[in-house]
């Protein structure tokens, strides 16, 4: 499975745009790239995942680049509750079915 | 509703005990997956199971045991032989179809005494 790099922390207002960069320059033709966020002391949760196309859903939006190197997670309108870890992952849909993660970035919205 | 029940929540376990940490799911997913977490730190695969009666070792197997008897069930055992258990551990599951996602409980804490 391909890594990812993503930056330890970020801070968004409260009601503003999170813009969440990942870099996954290794990622293979048929990975996707998945994120899912963890807030404290509770399992990780999925938020979206897409393979080469923009995604939106009713949490956040995927803009991937056109050469699939890297990703930003999107949320439009950031609320407190949003404060979480929030890990980008590559996978493949047809391997092993092994989710690597990494650190992950810790997102602190503040008010 | 669908979902993962891990339980219990919280365990306390004297050292050189095995303690059994238990995984359900209702979602019918062929695959389920141990996750060991430690504080400020990413999630390690200590095991994991693409169908009934087989399992494979993950990058942190040493000290566990795994089973999967039934499609709904994947518990994990920490054995005495883990030199240090204690840690948050997730249980996660995902259908054949891997674009769609996984699911997690919500996580049992074992605190060693």
Redesign the interface.
């Known amino acids: 499975d391909a890594k990812t790099t993503q930056p330890t922390s970020m801070d968004c207002a409260e009601g503003r745009a999170a813009n969440l960069p990942c870099n996954h320059s290794t990622i293979s033709g048929n990975e996707?790239v998945?994120w899912?966020r963890q807030i404290h002391?509770?399992?990780?949760?999925?938020i979206i995942?897409g393979?080469k196309n923009n995604e939106t859903n009713e949490m956040a939006s995927l803009i991937i680049t056109e050469d699939r190197k890297s990703s930003t997670l999107i949320l439009p309108h950031a609320t407190l509750r949003d404060t979480a870890v929030y890990?980008c992952i590559v996978?493949?849909?047809s391997n092993?079915?092994?989710?690597?993660?990494?650190?992950?970035t810790t997102l602190q919205v503040k008010p | 509703d669908g979902g993962?029940t891990?339980s219990p929540k919280y365990l306390f376990r004297k050292e050189g005990q095995n303690v059994t940490l238990s995984c359900e799911q209702n979602l019918n997913h062929d695959?389920m997956?141990w996750?060991r977490q430690d504080p400020g730190?990413?999630?390690?695969?200590i095991y994991?199971s693409?169908i009934v009666n087989d399992f494979?070792k993950?990058d942190i197997a040493e000290g566990y045991s795994v089973s999967r008897e039934k499609k709904e069930s994947f518990p994990l055992t920490v054995t005495s032989a883990q030199k240090n258990p204690t840690a948050?551990y997730?249980c996660?599951s995902?259908g054949l179809?891997?674009?769609l996602?996984?699911?997690?409980?919500?996580?049992t804490?074992l605190t060693v005494v």
């Open positions: 996707y998945y899912y002391s509770q399992g990780p949760q999925y995942h393979l890990y996978h493949g849909s092993t079915g092994k989710l690597i993660f990494g650190q992950g | 993962i891990q695959a997956y996750y730190q990413g999630l390690r695969l994991y693409q494979q993950g948050f997730l996660a995902s179809d891997r674009a996602g996984y699911t997690f409980g919500s996580g804490r």
